[in-house]
T-cell receptor, first 115, second 114 residues
């Protein structure tokens, strides 16, 4: 089975611009979650999508948004970029059944630098 | 309010010795705990997990211990190998919450010296 694929791997943007990141989950996985990792900080939960619906949301401003398509692929968008948005953005997929013991499968991430 | 804390940002051990990575949590609702390992330029990968109904789970060189009364868990690696050098994240989930909404700690960077 192919793993979780994130594109692009690296991105450089300037303040005020917007960016779209893409994630293709493992085949058969219906849940896609997005996390932000900044230096010295853990993985901060952004949101989770399941069957094209946002099921859970973290404490991030509305500039961060996402969507999921019928094939479970997901995109994350950040508008009006700020310097503090520079981070590694990780996508994770799972079956999404909610059964205890389920684990996440992560992509390699998109490293976003905002100048 | 950080609900999962890994108070040691880094740990260095000699090859062959034991590595102990610690994790504390504040949310008593958490009922499942996982450890993920992350190498540079790669995403985290699942390592080992434990349910709150257990106090120990073992998988080869890796053992996770859970002390519910202290809200503390630890990951033991015995013996440690240079290939274990990575960032280790502790994560937790609540009942009836999907894995996608896991709460992670800040991570501990383990360095195993040959």
């Amino acid at each position: 089975k192919a793993g979780v694929t994130q594109t692009p791997r690296y991105l450089i943007k300037t303040r005020g611009q917007q960016v779209t990141l893409s994630c293709s989950p493992i085949s058969g996985h219906r849940s896609v979650s997005w996390y932000q990792q900044t230096p010295g900080q853990g993985l901060q939960f952004l949101f989770e999508y399941f069957s094209e619906t946002q099921r859970n949301k973290g404490n991030f401003p509305g500039r961060f948004s996402g969507r999921q398509f019928s094939n479970s692929r997901s995109e994350m968008n950040v508008s009006t970029l700020e310097l503090g948005d520079s981070a590694l953005y990780l996508c994770a997929s799972s079956l999404g059944t909610g059964i205890i013991g389920e684990k996440l499968f992560f992509g390699s991430g998109t490293q976003l630098s905002v100048l | 309010d950080q609900q999962v804390k890994q108070n040691s940002p880094s740990l260095s051990v000699q090859e062959g010795r034991i590595s102990i990575l610690n994790c504390d949590y504040t949310n008593s609702m958490f009922d499942y705990f996982l450890w993920y390992k992350k190498y540079p330029a790669e995403g985290p990968t699942f390592l080992i997990s434990i349910s709150s109904i257990k106090d120990k789970n073992e998988d080869g060189r890796f053992t996770v211990f859970l002390n519910k009364s202290a809200k503390h868990l630890s990951l033991h690696i015995v013996p440690s190998q240079p290939g274990d050098s990575a960032v280790y994240f502790c994560a937790a989930t609540e009942p009836n919450t999907n894995a996608g909404k896991s709460t992670f700690g800040d991570g501990t960077t383990l360095t195993v010296k040959p």
